[in-house]
């Protein structure tokens, strides 16, 4: 399963102290069953001092794989563990599905 690879490569390349992959596929127009939308959130000690850009190419980067041949669209909420333990209700949510039909 997709979500399972994404888990263990993310851990692997982050060692994460929180990490969260969330299957979004469900929120929008695919068949049933779907892993083609995807939300992680990754809080680790290895992003201090890194501008978001550069968190969030070294997540595209560790999925490079999975971004070209099975992932849609992937929300990527990246955290150090100070800016984590300072938000109050986690990672924000994500929207709504606005996009088009892909059944026909």
């Given at each position: 399963?997709?979500?399972?690879?994404?888990?263990?490569?993310?851990h692997?390349?982050?060692?994460?102290?929180?990490?969260?992959?969330?299957?979004?596929?469900?929120?929008?127009?695919?068949?049933?069953?779907?892993?083609?939308?995807?939300?992680?959130?990754?809080?680790?000690?290895q992003?201090?001092?890194?501008?978001?850009?550069?968190?969030?190419?070294?997540?595209?980067?560790?999925?490079?794989?999975?971004?070209?041949?099975?992932?849609?669209?992937?929300?990527?909420?990246?955290?150090?563990?100070s800016?984590?333990?300072n938000?109050?209700?986690?990672?924000?949510?994500?929207?709504?599905c606005?996009?088009?039909?892909?059944?026909?």
């Amino acid at each position: 399963m997709i979500k399972e690879r994404i888990e263990e490569k993310l851990h692997n390349a982050f060692s994460p102290l929180h990490l969260e992959v969330v299957n979004e596929s469900y929120m929008h127009n695919v068949p049933a069953g779907s892993e083609s939308h995807f939300k992680v959130v990754v809080v680790s000690e290895q992003f201090e001092g890194m501008r978001l850009i550069g968190r969030h190419r070294a997540i595209n980067s560790t999925l490079a794989d999975e971004l070209a041949n099975d992932i849609h669209a992937l929300a990527i909420h990246t955290y150090t563990q100070s800016e984590w333990q300072n938000l109050f209700d986690g990672a924000p949510a994500s929207p709504a599905c606005r996009g088009g039909s892909k059944l026909g």
